[in-house]
């Protein structure tokens, strides 16, 4: 496996960051393994642990019990966990062996705490991606409110 600094460094949500950033956001992580046909997160339970950065292996998406998403090494899940307790919006379950990195949120707010300059990155980032996948709803003619 690669370095944890390299894994963070695939996921768009750290892009903007340093080398250095990226070694002291990685102390928060922690490496979890899920066995095939694991639920990783559930739709609509509360957040849980967080966020996660998959390593190895493959993960279906599923909302309303419909498969909607593909998630394999570098994609990521539960970045909203990170800032907000609030209930996951789909289940994720592994789709045979997975390595995943995870934070916690309380480990997030922890390192948010002591480096409000990388955070401030990382919520502008986050907003980044929200529009666009708001966007992209839009464009799809599935706009929320």
């Given amino acids: ?3 944890l600094v390299d894994e963070l460094k695939k996921v768009p949500l750290f892009s903007g960051l340093s080398q250095r950033q990226l070694k002291k956001l990685g102390r928060g992580f922690k490496e979890r393994q899920f066995k095939a046909g694991t639920s990783v997160v ?3 339970q509360m957040s849980g642990v967080g966020f996660f950065v998959i390593t190895e292996g493959e993960a279906y ?7 909607v998403a593909r998630l394999g090494p570098g994609d990521h899940f539960g970045e909203l966990a990170l800032i907000s307790e609030r209930v996951r919006s789909a289940t994720v379950t592994a789709a045979g062996p997975l390595n995943c990195l995870v ?3 309380w480990d997030f707010r922890e390192f948010a705490k002591e480096n ?5 990155k990382l919520l502008q980032h986050l907003v980044e991606l929200l529009t666009q996948e708001r966007n992209k709803r839009a464009q799809a003619g599935l706009q929320t409110s």
């Fill in 1 to 3: 496996m690669a370095s």
């Fill in 42 to 44: 559930r739709q609509g």
């Fill in 61 to 67: 998406v599923s909302v309303d019990g419909s498969e």
């Fill in 103 to 105: 934070m916690a949120f």
């Fill in 116 to 120: 409000p300059d990388v955070t401030w």
